[in-house]
């Protein structure tokens, strides 16, 4: 089935403990994205990768960093969380940048305490 | 940066109403996006547009690009349709930085 993947899910952690969303597609899409969704904010594009290797910054990048070695996997790396990173997480991925369609992931809800 | 205002924020409609949400955006785009997002928080997309109208099912999406505006319109709605739809757009290409309105949330009565 094709599928963006996410993990976890769901995690509640503390202010400066690093962890990483990893995010994993199974369609050989050149392109991924993460976006954070908050109340009244909306969805935000953190980072984005137009294929292996290149990366590059969207509208709220600060306190993130991403690694795209492989095709399939994009993961998001928090080095040290703040709980102003408290948010829902999505990844998602399309054939190309110029795809009609993105395919997101489930989604991440992240606490900082 | 671009501004993309949704309009309305919330729409409450009777089943087989047709329905319109609008997005306006302040700068020049290469590429206009509809999003739906279920109540249980799943994001699917459904139309990509640069000029024009494009139609998949019974929902239609058109776009002015001299007013800067776009229409998402249902037809027939139903109460599946229910949910909160996003738009967002990107002045480069099609999915490269995206903005994102904050959402119109639909439901649909039985």
């Known amino acids: 089935e094709a599928q963006v993947t996410q993990n976890p899910r769901y995690l509640i952690t503390v202010t400066g403990k690093k962890l990483t969303v990893t995010c994993s597609q199974n369609?050989?899409?050149?392109?991924m994205s993460w976006y954070r969704q908050d109340p009244g904010l909306g969805l935000r594009q953190i980072y984005y990768?137009?294929?292996?290797?290149?990366?590059d910054k969207g509208d709220v990048p600060e306190g993130y960093k991403v690694s795209r070695k492989e095709k399939r996997n994009f993961p998001l790396i928090l080095e040290s969380p703040s709980p102003n990173q408290t948010s829902l997480y999505f990844c998602?991925?399309?054939?190309?940048?110029?795809?009609?369609?993105?395919?997101f992931g489930p989604g991440t809800r992240l606490t900082v305490l | 940066k671009n501004e993309v205002e949704q309009s309305p924020q919330n729409l409450t409609a009777q089943e087989g109403e047709f329905i319109t949400i609008n997005c306006s955006y302040s700068?020049?785009?290469?590429?206009l996006h509809w999003l739906q997002q279920h109540p249980g928080g799943g994001i699917v997309s459904l139309f990509m547009l640069s000029s024009g109208k494009k139609k998949h099912g019974r929902l239609i999406a058109t776009i002015n690009i001299q007013e800067k505006h776009s229409s998402l319109h249902i037809t027939a709605s139903h109460p599946r349709d229910s949910a909160v739809y996003i738009c967002?757009?990107?002045?480069?290409?099609?999915?490269?930085?995206?903005?994102f309105g904050t959402g119109t949330r639909l439901t649909i009565i039985p």
């Open positions: 967002a757009v990107s002045i480069n290409f099609g999915n490269e930085k995206l903005t």
């Open positions: 369609m050989n899409h050149e392109y």
């Open positions: 700068v020049g785009i290469s590429a």
């Open positions: 998602a991925s399309s054939f190309n940048y110029n795809s009609n369609t993105q395919y």
């Open positions: 990768s137009m294929n292996v290797e290149v990366t």
